[in-house]
Every structure is written in structure tokens, then in C-alpha cells.
């Protein structure tokens, strides 16, 4: 999401500030970018949506400086994200312009820089780049998701363009918690990161993207360097370190297939960093940290299972959930799970159907869904 923040700290402004005070100014989003070129009475407000961010030099209130009030004051009733007024006719704002933007919450800026329409191609780079990145996280939601191997491999191809054999992941998190240190640290890691992969003749790339308020950075490997893996993980931290002051975890090298396991081993390393103040924390330095990291993935991956298992019963009033238990605790035996809950065995195979259908393991033999139950109900 761009924010009033985020425009106010673009490059493109020489300086930019409130010309009236508007609490909550800096969060308010935006979504679309714009330009007052006419006056009120012309008509065409319309066009504006809640979402944009208004640049204006009011060069039409050049012979009538009372336009200039009327246009501010229409924008803000109609509720932009904000205004942005270069002051080249209008040097101050008008006092019921001021109170308008204090009470509405909508702000109103001077500006001084670029030539506007540099300024809004910028904003609209911005806001393409966001647009981006909330399809890249998208992606990575994908990622994390229960899916096999292949679907990872695809998935991480589209975001990053890799096809490499095995893949790493390093999560980072700024020191100062904003959306622009979070955007400079990134052109600062893509460059380490960069610098990392000429060093070593098996990275195949290097991609860093925004998720979620911290940096994932992928390196992959044409094929895993064996021997030397020890040494390209630590020279990885050192190149990390170089990026400046931060907050990051490393993942061990896994196969592309399981790069889901990269990310959440990389984002369960940069939770220990942050929460022991450590800097860069290796998963492979974890030590009992991976085990307890280990442990809440798999609680998760299991109340995931039963929950669906749950919520469809309570939607549709059958016996799924005490069916999968049985069916576990009976080793994968049908007549055993079907005299526990004393059913049809007919009935008890059933459910195993509609079972697999609810977890998505439709080709799995009774065997193969007694184990994953049995990891399911363990907890």
C-alpha cells in the first residue's frame, strides 16, 4: 500500500510540507495520481477519486485569486488523498481552505522541485511498483500454502524468474520500521546480494522483493555448491551485514521444490534476531530455536488439517473430524475405525472419500491419509 508518507519521500520533491495542520496525514493511502488544471465552475471533479493524490500549480487563478479557494475547497469535499500545491500563484493557503483540511482530514501541501510532471510520472512508477509487489505477495502466500513441489517450482519462477536447483532465503527487517527505509534498504540489499552471486560461479540469481513489512531476498544456486555450502552460507552473512544496519534470518540451501520451507526457515531466523537483538542469525546457528520453529510449523500444518476438517462438518453437519481421528488411532483400518464409532464399514469408507476431498489428497491411498491423519491428530 502507498501512503501520503510514502509520496512525501520521494526524490522528486526538493522539500514538501503541510500548509495546514491534518492529523493522520501521512497513512492516508493512496491509490491514483492527478492533476487540477481548470477551474471549479468548469466542472469535471468527477474525474477525481477518493484514492488520488491532487497536483495543481493553480495557474488558472492567476488573474483571480478566489478560484484557487474554490478549487481547493471542492477537492477536499470531495475527499482525495491529498493535494499538492506548487506555489507559484498561491502562496499560503486561504484561511477556510485550512480549517476544511484540518476538519476533513484530507491534506494540503506546498511543494517545491521537478517540473509536475516529472513528479507525477514518479508517484505513478510508485504506485505501478506496488502494484507489483502485492501480486508478488500474492505469490508468496501461494508459496506458503500447502502445494507440492512442482507448483513451488512454478510459483518461484514467476515471481523471481528462477530455475535453478536449489534456492536460499534470507529475511530482513529495517532497523527504523517505515515503509521508505523499508524501500531504500532494498535497492541496498539487490545490490549486495548482487555482489554475493558474481563471487560464486553456481548462483544461477539473485531477486529481492517487500512482503509484508520486511524483505525477502532468494539466491539461487544452478546446483548445490556440496562442500562448499558451509562457507557460501557464511560469506552470505557477511555480504548481509554490508547492507547496513538491519535485522535479518538466513535459511539453510534447500531444493527449489521446497523453497517454502526456505522462506518460513528464514523468517523463523529473523523472529530470533529480532527477539535476542542479534543482527543476522543463520537458521543453521539455531540450534534448539529450529526445533521450536519446527515444532509451531508443524501445529500449524496439523490445526490447518483438522480445522477443514471442522468447519466442514459444522457447515454441513456430518462426522469428518471424529471419523479422521478414529480412522488414525485405528492405524488405517476400516472395520476398526468403523466398530469405535460404531458405523457401516461402508459408511466409515464413505467419509474416507469425502475426507480426502475436504484436504485436497483425492489420490491418496487409505494407507497414505492413515499417516497424514496420524501426524495430524498426534497433537
Known amino acids: 500500500m502507498i501512503t501520503v508518507g510514502d509520496v512525501m519521500n520521494m526524490r522528486a520533491f526538493d522539500s514538501i510540507w503541510l500548509a495546514a495542520p491534518c492529523e493522520g496525514a501521512a497513512e492516508r493511502e493512496v491509490t491514483g495520481v492527478g ?9 469535471g471533479y468527477e474525474v477525481f477519486t477518493s484514492g488520488e493524490f491532487v497536483f495543481t500549480t493553480l495557474g488558472f487563478a492567476g488573474m483571480h485569486p478566489d478560484l484557487a479557494e474554490e478549487a481547493l475547497l471542492a477537492l477536499i469535499e470531495y475527499g482525495v488523498a491529498a493535494v499538492a500545491v506548487k506555489p507559484v500563484v498561491l502562496k499560503e493557503l486561504p484561511p477556510s481552505v485550512a480549517e476544511a483540511s484540518t476538519a476533513r ?5 506546498f ?39 512442482q507448483a513451488v517450482r512454478s510459483t518461484f519462477f514467476t515471481i523471481a524468474g528462477v530455475t535453478g536447483a536449489t534456492i536460499q532465503c534470507v529475511a530482513i527487517r529495517p532497523i527504523t520500521d517505515d515503509g521508505a527505509s523499508l524501500r531504500a534498504l532494498q535497492k541496498v540489499v539487490e545490490g549486495v546480494l548482487a555482489g554475493y552471486g558474481e563471487r560464486w560461479d553456481d548462483v544461477e540469481r539473485t531477486f529481492v522483493c517487500r512482503y509484508r513489512g520486511m524483505l525477502l531476498g532468494f539466491v539461487s544456486f544452478k546446483r548445490p555448491p556440496l562442500k562448499a555450502i558451509a562457507i557460501s552460507d557464511a560469506d552470505l552473512a557477511k555480504c548481509i551485514a554490508m547492507a547496513g544496519p538491519l535485522v535479518c534470518g ?40 529450529a526445533f ?67 484436504l485436497s489428497v483425492q489420490d491418496a491411498t487409505d494407507r497414505e491419509l492413515a499417516a497424514l491423519l496420524t501426524l495430524a491428530y498426534l497433537t
Open 105 to 109: 482530514g484530507v491534506p494540503v501541501f
Open 250 to 289: 538466513i535459511s539453510q540451501e534447500v531444493s527449489l521444490g521446497e523453497g517454502d520451507l526456505a522462506v518460513r526457515q528464514a523468517m523463523a531466523a529473523l523472529r530470533t534476531a529480532e527477539r535476542e537483538d542479534a543482527g543476522i542469525v543463520r537458521w543453521t546457528t539455531l540450534r534448539f530455536d
Open 35 to 43: 492533476t487540477l488544471d481548470h477551474e471549479p465552475f468548469t466542472g
Open 111 to 149: 511543494y517545491e522541485g521537478r517540473y509536475m510532471e516529472r513528479v507525477i510520472a514518479d508517484l505513478m512508477n510508485l504506485l505501478d511498483d506496488d502494484a507489483a509487489e502485492w501480486e508478488r505477495n500474492h505469490l508468496i502466500d501461494l508459496i506458503l500454502a500447502p502445494s507440492d513441489e
Open 292 to 358: 521450536r520453529a519446527a515444532a509451531r510449523l508443524y501445529a500449524r500444518a496439523a490445526d490447518l488439517l483438522r480445522s477443514l476438517l471442522f468447519d466442514y462438518d459444522a457447515e454441513h453437519g456430518s462426522d469428518l473430524g471424529p471419523t479422521a481421528e478414529a480412522f488414525a488411532a485405528s492405524c488405517g483400518e476400516v472395520s476398526r475405525t468403523a466398530e469405535a464409532l460404531f458405523q457401516h464399514p461402508n459408511t466409515v469408507r464413505y467419509r474416507l472419500k469425502k475426507i480426502k476431498e475436504v
